[in-house]
């Protein structure tokens, strides 16, 4: 039962990845995982580990997905 349970929720986070990669901005077909994190509010490492286990599909204008994260910021949102 739990593990129904627990493909019920992958495959939802699936979708809400598949939707928010519609809405996120592309630059030059690359999406940020933190514009992705910021539409979904899903824990960064649980979007990178979909991403890369559940078979997100791309809308065609996305080429990939970056997973870089920048350094922390400071205080005053200085690094």
């Given at each position: ?58 809308p065609p204008h996305v080429v990939r997905v970056d997973v870089k994260r920048e350094g922390k910021k400071g205080k005053h949102?200085?690094?």
């Open positions: 039962m739990a593990e129904q349970e627990d493909r019920q929720l992958r495959e939802g986070y699936v979708r809400a990845l598949e939707r928010a990669l519609e809405a996120a901005p592309a630059r030059n077909g690359v999406v940020s995982i933190r514009d992705l994190w910021l539409e979904t509010a899903l824990p960064l490492d649980l979007i990178e580990e979909i991403l890369r286990d559940d078979g997100v599909r791309l949102g200085r690094k």
